[in-house]
């Protein structure tokens, strides 16, 4: 992914699938598409991919907590 929307939300009482959500729709308001990637810190996760309808949420040590990289990549990548 070489350009995206970076996301904050600290929001302790939002469900991480809630935040995730509202970052991919400001990404598709301003964009004009969908992202189909996620790039959160792994804390935020049970395990190290997750599966939000078609949107591939990946754990990555270079994203801070509460921060959210959205895009679009190759799914051969």
């Known amino acids: 992914m070489k350009s995206g929307l970076l996301?904050?939300?600290n929001d302790?009482?939002?469900p991480l699938a809630a935040k995730i959500d509202?970052?991919?729709r400001r990404y598709a308001?301003?964009?004009g598409?969908?992202?189909n990637t996620c790039f959160v810190n792994p804390a935020a996760l049970e395990k190290e991919v997750v599966q939000l309808e078609q949107?591939?949420?990946i754990g990555a040590h270079n994203i801070l907590?509460?921060?959210f990289w959205l895009g679009v990549m190759?799914?051969?990548a």
């Open 7 to 9: 996301w904050f939300d």
């Open 12 to 14: 302790p009482k939002r």
């Open 22 to 24: 509202e970052a991919a």
């Open 29 to 31: 308001e301003k964009f």
């Open 33 to 35: 598409r969908a992202p």
């Open 55 to 57: 949107l591939r949420v």
């Open 65 to 67: 907590p509460n921060h």
């Open 74 to 76: 190759d799914r051969q």
